[in-house]
């Protein structure tokens, strides 16, 4: 260790005599070490959710939707549709699926809702759904039976076994006059993805169980697309749409929840320019520590000084002392910062309401990057307020201070 290193840390050990220095540099730690764990924590915390909500929507819809402008696929063409969109390079699996809006209705109570019609044995090559289900038994939609989401099911009250009633937009003619189609089926079953707004919504079910609710025999909307690489999707979706032209278009995940995306990017660096703030004080505090040790030290710098030491040096001390405080902060935030996220992580202390923030718990996710960031940041900052004093510190003539000593 360099002279200049160990009169560092010898002007941060606490004296007899100089219990305010003490405190002060005690405060300007605390100061980064604060900053640096509620930095830590808050962007993990916003990774988790960002990465919790990406997942999820991965896991429960397809990567691609490849659907017609007047909304309906002839059976006739499926087979030669599905050959084409295979043919793409990325694309893993491709299933055909129908949807249907509808209203669902138990006892008095009613609500809109999508269904989606899917194939159940090719459903588990395109989304994760089918491991979703918590109660009852997926390829029940086989037997002509529905799945719920979990927060559906409980809002209506609707337990597996129970009959409901599906009621669609379209009409059909019957003796008594024009109806709206619709029939009763069973729920056979209910899935949860953690996302409230899926669960509370989405009533699946088989292609053919849906084309009966419709009225549309052998018609499908459209196909479902897995991909190898989903953040490829919006190019590879693009590419389906050049194979298929006209009148086939394309929307991948990434399009359809781009502003809830972007939404939490923009809010992620918000809290980071916001929570930066917190070290940026507490460098302020540096100065003035470093300040009050210039001018605590004044005679022993005029004594280096007088004993051939540079300026050059004298400036390296306080560049070290700041340096030291900042690494003490730094280390200290960080074993408290990661030291939380560990707990948030595996006890899921705080719980959030599902229907306001999509998940029912904070979801925490370390990345490696933000925390190497957020140390590159506290100790730039560190470092930077180091600056004025240590300048200060090398400006002083030796032989002014000697003299009304």
């Known amino acids: ?144 039976g529905v799945l719920l989401g979990k927060g559906l099911a409980e809002s209506m009250g609707i337990f597996v076994g129970n009959k409901v009633t599906l009621i669609t937009s379209s009409f059909r003619i019957t003796p008594f006059g024009v109806v709206p189609r619709g029939m009763t089926v069973e729920v056979c079953g209910i899935y949860d993805t953690g996302i409230y707004t899926i669960d509370s919504s989405l009533v699946v079910a088989s292609i053919e169980t849906v084309q009966k609710l419709k009225g549309a025999k052998g018609e499908i909307s459209g196909f479902e697309v897995a991909v190898s ?19 086939f278009w394309t929307n991948d995940w990434i399009r359809m929840n781009k502003p809830l995306f972007s939404a939490m990017k923009l809010e992620k660096f918000a809290m980071f320019l916001v929570l930066v703030l917190i070290i940026i004080v507490a460098s302020f505090s540096i100065v003035s520590t470093l300040s009050l040790t210039v001018m605590d030290k004044a005679k022993d710098i005029a004594i280096l000084s007088a004993m051939g030491m540079t300026k050059k040096r004298i400036q390296k001390i306080f560049l070290y002392q700041g340096l030291f405080m900042g690494l003490v902060g730094i280390a200290t935030g960080l074993v408290i910062g990661l030291g939380v996220c560990f707990a948030l992580k595996r006890y899921r202390i705080i719980t959030l309401p599902q229907d306001v923030y999509y998940i029912s718990y904070l979801p925490v996710r370390v990345s490696p990057l933000d925390v190497l960031l957020v140390c590159v940041v506290a100790l730039i900052i560190s470092l930077a307020s180091t600056y004025y004093p240590a300048r200060q510190a090398a400006s002083l003539n030796p032989v002014e201070i000697l003299r009304h000593q």
């Not at 050959?83 to 006892?107: N, T």
């Open 229 to 247: 690489d989903i953040y490829r999707a919006s190019a590879i979706a693009d590419d389906i749409a050049k194979v298929l032209g006209y009148p």
């Open 1 to 144: 260790m360099s002279v200049e290193a160990k009169i560092a840390l010898r002007h941060l050990r606490p004296k007899r005599g100089k219990g305010l220095l003490s405190v002060v540099s005690l405060v300007s730690i605390l100061g980064v070490t604060l900053g640096v764990a509620a930095l830590i924590i808050v962007l993990s915390v916003m990774s988790g959710f960002s990465y919790h909500i990406r997942k999820s929507i991965v896991d429960a819809t397809p990567h691609i939707y490849v659907l017609s402008y007047n909304g309906q696929v002839p059976e006739e063409k499926k087979a030669s549709l599905e050959r084409k969109i295979k043919s793409v390079k990325g694309v893993k699996s491709v299933a055909p699926f129908i949807l249907a809006q509808a209203m669902l209705k138990y006892r008095d109570e009613a609500t809109g809702v999508t269904v989606r019609g899917v194939d159940a044995d090719a459903e588990k090559s395109i989304t994760n759904l089918p491991e979703k289900v918590v109660v009852g038994d997926w390829n029940c939609i086989k037997k002509g």
